[in-house]
């Protein structure tokens, strides 16, 4: 009896339907929720890919063969995004400055008395606690910056449950500059990609792939502020679209890799099936992991922190 065989993998053309008709799907859910000017609406969207994205995480771990702690994992990540949402939407936000780190000391700790109950099996022992720590910050806590853009705007009223037209506008910049820097990558790579970018880490980057996610994120990031001057007034003036386009778009690619870093030591494709050619809730927001921390670090310490 010969073995069955393998199933084709589908060719580029069927690849970029896919993934076209998911990207308008997952636009069009962004629409949604800016349209709506909720502030639920916006951060339910976010929890719910946090939680998703972890999920997945564990899931790649446990089909690798990995030991790890999943449900503690999920319940740090839903907790982590709750206390987090709760304190942004009361106004409470200075006394959120320490969070992250209490919530990694508990990842930790609690990694540690979870490996306490067994026996300790060498290297694989630490592994298993460094591996949850580390899905809590890669995930959680890094993803969930975009929440905290949201309140990181002057004009937030607490209690009136909608976002300010600047935060909402800051967040969508985000999103667009990080998308569009994908986007870029995934086209121009997939058309002319020739020279191979990191090819032990991702066989399928390539340099030409970069340029155009660095093209493609300023078309995005010029293109919004000059649409939207006053509703982008936060970002300080046109060296610093320019230079934060440059720099998200870079980013946006190191997170994309830095993704396939896991994937490749797991020996996994993708992440998920939630999204057909994207993958699962963490290849969506990888990118989004490396930008929104930067994106709200240089806001808070070279911007808003001079006006």
């Known amino acids: 009896m010969t073995d069955p065989t393998p199933a084709a993998a589908p060719s580029k053309a069927r690849v970029f339907v896919r993934r076209a008709a998911s990207t308008v799907l997952l636009w069009g859910v962004v629409w949604l929720a800016f349209a709506s000017m909720r502030s639920w609406a916006y951060l339910g969207l976010l929890g719910l890919l946090t939680v998703v994205a972890t999920r997945e995480y564990f899931q790649l771990l446990r089909a690798a063969g990995v030991r790890c702690f999943p449900r503690f994992g999920l319940a740090l990540a839903l907790g982590y995004s709750a206390v987090l949402y709760a304190g942004l939407l009361r106004g409470t936000g200075a006394s959120l400055a320490g969070w992250d780190l209490f919530a990694v000391c508990v990842a930790l700790i609690g990694a540690f008395i979870?490996?306490?109950r067994g026996s300790i099996r060498g290297l694989e022992s630490l592994v298993a606690v460094s591996l949850n720590l580390c899905g809590l910050v890669y995930i959680a806590v890094l993803f969930n910056f975009a929440a905290k853009l949201l309140f990181l705007?002057?004009?937030?009223?607490?209690?009136?449950?909608?976002?300010?037209q600047p935060a909402a506008l800051l967040l969508?910049?985000?999103?667009a500059v990080t998308k569009f820097a994908d986007m870029g990558a995934y086209l121009v790579g997939s058309l002319i990609g020739r020279h191979k970018l990191i090819p032990q880490v991702s066989p399928g980057k390539t340099?030409?792939?970069?340029?155009?996610?660095?093209?493609?994120?300023?078309?995005?990031?010029?293109?919004?502020?000059?649409?939207?001057?006053?509703?982008?007034a936060v970002l300080g003036g046109w060296g610093?679209?320019?230079?934060?386009?440059?720099?998200?778009?870079?980013?946006?690619?190191?997170?994309?890799?830095?993704?396939?870093?896991?994937?490749?030591?797991?020996?996994?494709?993708?992440?998920?099936?939630?999204?057909?050619?994207?993958?699962?809730?963490l290849d969506l927001?990888?990118?989004?992991?490396?930008?929104a921390p930067a994106l709200y670090f240089y806001l808070q310490w070279l911007l808003l922190s001079a006006s």
Not at 172 to 175: H, M, N
Not at 262 to 275: F, I, Y
């Open 114 to 116: 979870l490996e306490m």
């Open 285 to 291: 927001i990888d990118s989004i992991c490396f930008t």
């Open 207 to 232: 340099w030409e792939g970069l340029a155009g996610a660095l093209v493609f994120s300023q078309l995005a990031g010029c293109g919004l502020y000059a649409a939207l001057p006053g509703g982008l």
């Open 153 to 164: 705007v002057p004009g937030w009223q607490v209690g009136t449950g909608t976002v300010a």
């Open 172 to 175: 969508f910049w985000l999103l």
């Open 240 to 281: 610093h679209v320019v230079f934060l386009g440059f720099l998200l778009s870079a980013l946006a690619v190191l997170g994309d890799l830095a993704e396939s870093v896991v994937k490749r030591a797991l020996q996994a494709k993708d992440s998920g099936r939630m999204l057909p050619g994207i993958g699962g809730a």
